[in-house]
């Protein structure tokens, strides 16, 4: 036998639920300020940023603090009856009262959003997050650079971001600012050390 | 601040697959709960999606603010405890307050050997 080349899953500070746990909110905005604006615009209202800018992280964290939002709904792209599916997990009888969280809303063709708007005419809301503006009004627009990467990697490594001597900057630039990508690689590589 | 913890007869922290492992779950609670749950489950931790599985559970209903009580679980046959670079799979009993979710946990291990399987050693032949 020999000796294990690589660190324990459990023990990278980059693992999915670590990265998960991370506390990601818009810069500037507090979470105070984030729900009076989503009460201003009715609870009708798009987190829009490109891929891996954190819209499904904010959306996770709505929906444990708006108290009558429903179980989030991941709109995917494969699924060859998104609006069946999405009326099954959130049926428009149960509804009403409710926030409907729907993550990928980007994926659904012009026809099948305005079903699904219909359908839940009687929510008390609809959050959704897209990758570009469109449909529902802003709530917030997510935006990455180096330097959010930065803060992330030293809030998942206390004290390590400095002697891991990893080019974070180039890192980002390479994942074309996707923060969530470049966490994944920096799994593989704290793995190796 | 609630207290809620798992111990195991003996501080046995490794049971072997079919083992019937026992132990006693304490709480201090400062507000009432509907109930207790005490949970046997596993879990990954990685790089990919993570999964649980609850393999058993005991529900004690009318909660004092302090107590304990005793369970006993028989362990499944699998899956065993292991790691490797990008999973590992842990095993778990935890005390859970409902509905606030407080918990306390022990972590065991499930295995025929008392040391997780290690994916990441080659076997050199």
């Given at each position: 036998m020999t000796a294990p080349a690589s660190r324990r899953a459990a023990d990278n500070p980059f693992s999915a639920e670590r990265i998960d746990a991370l506390t990601l909110r818009p810069r500037g905005w507090t979470w105070d300020g984030l729900l009076a604006r989503l009460e201003e615009l009715d609870h009708r209202a798009a987190v829009v940023g490109p891929q891996g800018s954190g819209k499904t992280t904010l959306l996770i964290e709505l929906e444990r603090r708006v108290a009558l939002a429903t179980p989030r709904i991941r709109i995917d792209a494969r699924d060859p009856r998104p609006v069946a599916d999405a009326f099954r997990r959130a049926p428009p009888d149960a509804v009403a009262g409710r926030v409907?969280?729907?993550d990928g809303s980007e994926r659904l063709g012009w026809f099948s959003w305005w079903r699904l708007r219909l359908g839940w005419r009687r929510a008390a809301g609809l959050v959704v997050t897209r990758h570009a503006?469109?449909?529902?009004p802003t709530l917030v627009e997510m935006r990455t650079d180096p330097a959010l990467l930065r803060e992330l990697v030293a809030e998942l490594t206390p004290g390590e971001v400095d002697r891991m001597g990893i080019d974070l900057d180039g890192l980002f630039r390479r994942h074309r600012g996707d923060v969530r990508?470049?966490?994944r690689a920096l799994y593989d590589l704290y793995a190796d050390r | 601040m609630n207290r809620l913890e798992i111990t195991t007869d003996g501080s046995e922290a490794w049971v072997r697959?079919?083992?019937?492992?026992?132990?006693?779950a304490t709480w201090e609670l400062e507000d009432d709960v509907d109930a207790l749950e005490i949970r046997?489950?596993?879990?990954t931790s990685g790089k990919?999606?993570?999964?649980?599985?609850i393999v058993d559970a005991r529900r004690i209903e009318s909660v004092e603010r302090h107590g304990s009580r005793a369970f006993s679980f028989q362990i499944p046959d699998g899956p065993f405890s292991f790691t490797g670079?990008?999973?590992t799979l842990s095993w778990a009993i935890e005390l859970v307050a409902l509905p606030s979710e407080d918990s306390g946990r022990l972590d065991i291990l499930v295995g025929p050997q008392p040391v997780e399987v290690d994916l990441r050693t080659t076997i050199e032949r």
């Open positions: 409907v969280l729907v503006p469109g449909r529902l990508s470049c966490l | 697959p079919g083992d019937q492992l026992t132990g006693t046997l489950f596993w879990y990919g999606s993570r999964d649980v599985g670079k990008l999973i």
